[in-house]
């Protein structure tokens, strides 16, 4: 390790520790109490990083002890079974407020795998990937309040109509790169949201569309939230599976060629465009399914839950998590949904945390938790 490359490992801990206690003083005050305070905060991270530095070493063994065992165990199964058996009992364990929350993150979920497959598989930066969420929870509202079709009976309809519109925002916009792609992407997003909020004949405009139904299965009420959340689980479980299978798959591993070395993969004869056009369609889907899965469980929908903000907070699950890594998406979107609820209780800081803990996470661990080295985004 050079000079350089040593002061700033060492100084890193401190300024970050710095910037913490920074954002501390306005609620702290400005006073000699709130300076000692922030003063003690500080103390305690510098002391809090450096002690996690001097454990890294011990912890990377443990890790090589940890990655001999794992494999023995099949990779599908590796995070399945550390993470079913909880999930599945949780309704019958926990409050109601809980099993609601674990409702929204298991729908947040399935988004969060549909824009990595954009963006974590293709390298395609998506800033309008709430667009696609609409489409499919607005097919279903309208498909079940003016026509009176049930939810299993619209629910191909929804998932059609998002993958068409995938395909169709990708034809002309796969011509750009980068940030080009990046604002594209951001204006359809703003399109279909202005749309949803001014065609008053058919959504209603502002007002948004109630009286949305249910689903229905023989003998199974899915008004009983705990039962919708099964649903929400299996369609979250059957994303993970094809997803997985996809990514292992040669359009998969198309995908990732064209993610790190566009012009290696023309080169090596992959048609870039088309596994491009797969990429955006297939992504659409899974948000089609999400969003109709969305306006069933609230039985409303308006255009302020399809802001840009929600394709950033999407955005942020796939990255925390890591481009490109399955577990790595469902943890970031755990987080990204419960933790806010968790920090609920403490309203004043709650953003404070959750902003500093990611700022936190990007500075230690650019990649994402279970991401790999040399990921970027928007190719």
Known sequence: MSVRAAIRAHLMPVVVSLWFAFLFLP?????????RAAGVLFAAFVAALFLWKS????AGKVKTQMAAFSRLIPS?????????????????????YVVDVAVICGIYIILALGLNVVVGFAGLLNLGFVAFYAIGAYTYALLNTKIGLGFWQALPFSLVLTT???FLLAVPALRLKGDYLALVTLGF?????LVLNNWDRLTRGPNGISGIAVPTLPGVPMGRLSNYYYLVLCCALIAVFIINRVKSSMIGRAWLAIREDEVASSAMGINTVRYKLYACAFGAFWAGLAGSLFAAKMQFVSPESFTFMESVLILCMVIIGGLGSIPGVIVGAMVLVFLPEVLREVQLYRML????????????????????????VGG
Do not use: C, N, W
């Open 27 to 35: 609620f702290a005050g400005l006073d000699a109490g709130g300076l």
């Open 55 to 58: 454990l890294s070493g011990a």
């Open 76 to 96: 599908d199964s590796r995070y399945l079974a550390v993470f079913l058996i909880p999930v599945l009992i949780l309704p019958q364990v926990a409050e109601t």
């Open 164 to 166: 068409l519109a995938g």
């Open 189 to 193: 997003g703003e399109i279909v949201r």
């Open 353 to 376: 945390a959750l902003g500093g803990g990611l700022v936190f996470l990007m500075v230690f661990r650019p990649q994402g938790l279970f991401g790999g080295k040399g990921v970027s």
